[in-house]
């Protein structure tokens, strides 16, 4: 079942682009959180929307959120992509879509991964689930949101 609006997020581990386990748990009552589902790593719409997260990061930070991109792509292939774009913030490894399968996220057009972003609040709530194939207007919506929460 696809969590929703108004969900807590459930409690989550995959590896990072550093080899970490991260740990969802360890952000709830520190910060807001942003995570977007996309579909594959250095593909024309995933770059444009990972360098547009890039590009208004500390904007993000100000507003007391951490940005989590999540692919199916292994580490190796997020730690190629996070270093030949410079993005600043946290990729994770869904090998196996158990986090696509958590989350709820459906594949668009039958077969390509979807792009879905959630922005949930300090304290773990969903306040926001947003999909879409247009890969820029993400970080618009969430940012929108994350300004009305404060």
Do not use: W
């Given at each position: 079942m696809a969590l929703k609006v108004?969900?807590?997020?459930p409690d989550f581990?995959?590896?990072?682009?550093?080899g970490n386990l991260f740990n969802s748990q360890d952000y709830?009552?520190?910060?807001?959180?942003?995570?977007y589902f996309y579909p594959k790593d250095?593909?024309?719409?995933?770059?444009?929307q990972a360098c547009g997260f890039r590009d208004?990061?500390?904007?993000?930070?100000?507003?007391?959120a951490e940005v989590i991109g999540i692919s199916s792509d292994t580490v190796q292939s997020h730690i190629k992509?996070?270093?030949?774009?410079?993005?600043?913030?946290i990729l994770l490894s869904d090998n196996d879509k158990k986090l696509?399968?958590?989350?709820?996220?459906?594949?668009?057009?039958?077969?390509i991964p979807g792009r879905q972003t959630y922005v949930i609040d300090h304290k773990g709530v969903i306040?926001?689930?947003?999909?879409?194939?247009?890969?820029?207007?993400?970080?618009?919506?969430?940012?929108?949101?994350?300004?009305?929460?404060?």
């Open positions: 108004g969900d807590t997020l581990k995959a590896k990072d682009t550093n709830i009552g520190k910060h807001s959180l942003v995570i250095d593909t024309p719409g995933c770059t444009t208004n990061y500390q904007e993000f930070k100000d507003l007391g992509f996070k270093s030949k774009f410079n993005l600043p913030f696509r399968r958590l989350f709820g996220v459906e594949n668009d057009f039958l077969f306040v926001m689930i947003f999909n879409s194939m247009s890969s820029m207007i993400h970080i618009k919506k969430a940012l929108q949101i994350l300004k009305k929460e404060l």
